[in-house]
């Protein structure tokens, strides 16, 4: 899904996944559901999605989350016109409409959560530079140990808590050797107020490196916060712990600090550049929100009864073209059989959702708030808060709160106001709107798209590149998806 170009291979994948997942469980899904709501119950919430909505000790979470879409949506239409008119000019109008809802297959994620799979073909200024700092990383031979060394210089150097010795002894930082282990990279608190831990299978490349500095706010929060006594030691909400992670990966991921820890030659300062970069971002940060959203508005329906079981595909799929622009490239039906939310883990594996919809909101509102306080002089997305003891103490004051305190406690302490806001996102990809507004109006791309909940089955006087994968491919290839999904699914929980 991320590296191919061929639409009938991706088409092939998409709906493969697809067809060895969902259904198999949907009838235990539907029942699921109804135990899930019977626990509520005993906590004196109607159903399960109001269980989970109480943990942010707020009546109307749903009203709030609308409102910060509302703030984000006008950019998110601009992006998905961008990306919708280049994909149209690489596979052709027949497959992508120049004014409908995004084939889901054709924007590098399986589950279409995520577009910086698909950058080298909507980049802005392909002859420009892009950020990949991996070639540098190998050439002065750093290794795991030394990339987490890196990413601790960071917090110390902000004033923050060092890791104890403890956390190098324990941790597992690379894939050990004779033992199979799940890689998915994840922190652990032991609730004893000093053990520590990171897992993840680490790779020497950028990506890696920005993962691990995540992790590692995570392990720094549970530093600032292990005097609370243990029914205290979590985010201030859900939306915290996540947003806490990659607050500091927007810090790292800016040039001037990887030119100033030596990861990047060149400082290339430049407008071409800075779009391409924030191009980059928007297409993971942007493109998410979303898919981030929608998740939980889905669950939400199906927990109130809302949603029943015969309309379960179909209400996802109304869900993902209204809010999200997407749509299936074939026919996806209840009547079928097809279960589409269960090709998500977090469905299936009952995992709240909202929380990282929230979390892409804090963390900016927490950037902006910490690079004031280090007397940034840049543009937001251009802020590096690193070497800043002030910004630290900033942080660490509301990460020392845990949950102690109700969540606008906790905002306002690093952010002056107790209300979410989401214009932080809005002045950090500023430049890039501005260049999308004029681009698409240049270009004739049309903002928004027709929500008939259609799919984009290619006209069939056209060359067809959904023509099926043959019988001895399918024979082959089967048993593998299926092994896949057993994998996938291990990775994740």
């Known amino acids: 899904m991320a590296k191919s170009r061929d639409y009938k291979e991706l088409l092939w994948a998409w709906e493969s996944w697809r067809n060895v997942t969902g259904p198999y469980m949907k009838d235990m899904y539907a029942d699921f559901v109804e135990l899930a709501n019977k626990a509520a119950e005993v906590n004196d919430q109607p159903d399960m999605g109001a269980y989970w909505r109480s943990w942010y000790e707020m009546d109307n979470l749903e009203s709030e989350t609308q409102r910060l879409w509302n703030q984000l949506k006008p950019f998110y239409q601009e992006l998905h016109a961008y990306v919708r008119g280049k994909l149209s000019e690489v596979y052709g109008e027949d497959y992508v409409s120049p004014t409908g809802p995004i084939p889901a297959h054709l924007l590098g994620n399986m589950w279409a959560q995520s577009w910086n799979n698909i950058l080298d073909l909507v980049v802005p200024y392909p002859n420009k530079t892009t950020i990949d700092i991996t070639p540098e990383l190998e050439k002065q031979n750093y290794d795991a140990l030394r990339m987490f060394n890196l990413s601790e210089e960071f917090f110390t150097s902000l004033g923050l808590v060092e890791s104890p010795q403890s956390f190098w002894d324990d941790s597992m930082l690379v894939r050990p050797e004779g033992r199979e282990v799940v890689c998915h990279a994840s922190a652990w608190d032991f609730y004893n107020a000093k053990d520590i831990r990171i897992k993840m299978c680490t790779s020497v490349n950028m990506a890696d490196l920005i993962t691990i500095h995540h992790e590692m706010g995570h392990t720094q929060y549970y530093l600032q916060y292990k005097h609370l006594p243990v029914v205290y030691r979590r985010g201030a909400n859900p939306g915290f712990h996540e947003a806490v992670g ?73 869900l993902r073209t209204e809010i ?68 630290g103490t900033k942080l660490g004051n509301m990460l020392k709160l ?37 681009k698409n ?18 006209n069939p006087t056209q060359p067809n590149p959904t023509e099926p994968i043959s019988g001895v491919e399918r024979t082959v290839m089967a048993p593998l998806i299926i092994l896949l999904s057993f994998v996938y699914v291990a990775i994740m929980m």
């Open 246 to 318: 990659d607050l500091l990966a927007l810090s790292v991921s800016t040039p001037e600090h990887l030119h100033e820890i030596g990861l990047l030659p060149e400082l290339v300062d430049d407008d071409e550049t800075d779009i391409n970069f924030l191009m980059s971002m928007a297409l993971d940060k942007i493109a998410f929100l979303p898919f981030g959203l929608l998740m939980d508005m889905w669950r939400w329906d199906v927990f109130a009864g809302n949603t029943v079981k015969d309309k379960y595909t179909e209400k996802w799929w109304k």
């Open 324 to 391: 999200q622009g997407v749509v299936p490239p074939v026919p996806r039906s209840d009547a079928e059989g097809h279960f589409d939310p269960g090709a998500k883990y977090h469905i299936p594996g009952n995992t709240p959702y909202i929380r990282y919809f929230v979390s892409h909101v804090l963390q900016f509102q927490f950037h902006r708030a910490l690079c004031q306080e280090a007397g940034n002089t840049r543009s937001l997305h251009r802020c590096d808060i690193y070497r800043s003891t002030d910004a």
């Open 441 to 458: 109006k240049e270009a004739g791309y049309v903002v928004g798209w027709d929500n008939d909940g259609r799919t984009t089955e290619p």
């Open 402 to 438: 845990g949950s102690s305190q109700e969540w606008p406690d906790a905002l306002e302490q690093i952010a002056g106001t107790r209300v979410m806001d989401a214009s932080a996102i809005v002045e950090y990809f500023q430049p890039l709107m501005t260049w999308l507004e004029e």
